[in-house]
């Protein structure tokens, strides 16, 4: 009896065991840093905001993980993780490809961005400690935003972790609604086209309050109003934009912060952390149909593949066998106008069977006499078609 309670009493503490590590586990895979992508135009005070984002990670010692994505930068406020420029150098890549300031960044992304496995690993070694990954990228946003390197880096990282994309907004310079609707036609592209959640950050709220950002977004009539004065055709295509944009506006969060006295920080980052899930709520769910999709045509192949050596190796009945590239694809196009064929196979076995009962010649026959008026008139016809071909025959 005593044997029999302590052999339950193991399996109850090996089962709550199990239990704790399964938890463990769970809690482990679950750990994962958000990442940032920081974009914005040149002059909105993106590096700075990063600064400042820097110096709130390290006060409340949250820790973060800042990759520097611009090679031409000379100097930076904060001391980043992984940089670019300690792998290309910028100027070198200019004198070296004869290119200008935006081609020698393009190309310095593009050849750091064919070794950022490399960089994937190192941050995914430590992602177990840390709660933000943070990508500065260059001033000029359409070198990252619109080009090849761009892509694969932002795809990379959205594929590893929660991804985030920080729009920096120069808030004095979108007081003017045409200004501001262009700011948000180019956050509305970038969203859509790397199908990521967006932050929207109005900067330099310490010089312009963003309530009017905000108001204009939330409320149509404000921003109608706003344009009152304006009867050129820029204002007209800005009305007619801002209807538009209503639903990318529902989607969006925003805030305003403040590089410089560091307003809006805290507020900041509840906005990453609802955009974090949206990501798992929406993007995530996406993503994994996309790679579904992706193993079930790289499956498909596969079987085909197999099916063709399956073949190969019967004809050939054990005999060493070189594959003929010509010979296959000869092959597939028959296979490809067979399906052409099939369905005019009926048309023709019915015309066979018309020809061997006879059916074709009456046919031919009805179809003769039904072209003249008489009989004289058909031999008539007959007499100078033999006269014809027999003087054809004489030549």
Same mark, same amino acid.
């Given at each position: ?9 193991? +399996? ?68 980043? #993780?992984? &940089? ?31 070794? !950022? ?27 990252? +935003? ?27 310079? +979108? ?8 700011? $948000? ?5 970038? $969203? ?10 109005? #900067? ?12 204009? $977004?939330?409320?149509? &009539? ?38 410089? &006295? ?6 900041? !980052? ?15 769910? &996406? ?37 003929? !590239? ?70």
């Amino acid at each position: 009896m005593s044997e029999t309670t302590a052999t339950s009493t193991t +399996t109850t503490t090996t089962d709550k065991d199990n239990v704790n590590n399964n938890n463990n586990n769970e809690n482990k895979e679950e750990k994962q840093p958000i990442n940032i992508i920081v974009l914005g135009m040149a002059g909105s005070g993106k590096t700075t905001l990063l600064q400042r984002i820097r110096a709130h990670l390290y006060e409340n010692k949250i820790p973060g993980y800042i990759i520097n994505l611009d090679p031409a930068v000379s100097k930076l406020p904060y001391t980043p #993780n992984i &940089d670019i420029r300690d792998t290309v150098n910028y100027k070198e890549v200019m004198k070296q490809f004869n290119l200008g300031p935006n081609g020698g960044i393009v190309t310095s992304l593009n050849l750091f961005s064919t070794k !950022f496995d490399k960089v994937l690993e190192i941050v995914e070694k430590r992602s177990s400690s840390l709660d933000y990954i943070i990508l500065d990228t260059p001033g000029q946003i359409e070198v990252f +935003t619109w080009s090849a390197s761009g892509t694969i880096i932002t795809e990379l990282m959205a594929s590893s972790f929660p991804t985030v994309l920080v729009y920096v907004v120069d808030t004095p310079r +979108t007081v003017d609604p045409t200004t501001f609707m262009s700011n $948000m036609l180019y956050a509305c592209s970038i $969203m859509y086209k790397s199908k990521l959640p967006m932050v929207v950050a109005f #900067n330099k709220i310490d010089i312009t309050n963003h309530r009017f950002a905000e108001e204009w $977004m939330s409320d149509f &009539d404000s921003f109608q109003d706003a344009l009152t004065n304006d009867p050129t055709y820029m204002g007209n295509l800005t009305r007619s934009l801002s209807l538009v944009l209503e639903e990318f506006y529902s989607t969006l969060q925003s805030v305003g912060v403040s590089a410089v &006295d560091g307003s809006g920080i805290d507020e900041f !980052f509840e906005k990453i952390g609802l955009a974090a899930q949206d990501y798992h709520k929406y993007y995530k769910a &996406d993503l994994e149909k996309i790679k579904k999709q992706k193993s079930d045509k790289e499956q498909a192949e596969a079987n085909k593949n197999w099916e063709k050596l399956k073949r190969d190796l019967e004809e050939s009945k054990g005999a060493k066998v070189e594959y003929d !590239f010509k010979k296959e694809k000869k092959r597939e196009k028959q296979e490809k106008t067979k399906n052409i064929y099939d369905d005019e196979d009926d048309d023709y076995r019915d015309d066979r069977d018309m020809e061997d009962s006879g059916e074709y010649e009456s046919y031919e026959d009805e179809q003769e006499e039904a072209d003249y008026e008489n009989e004289e008139e058909r031999l008539e016809d007959q007499r100078a078609y033999e006269s014809l071909m027999s003087s054809i025959k004489k030549i």
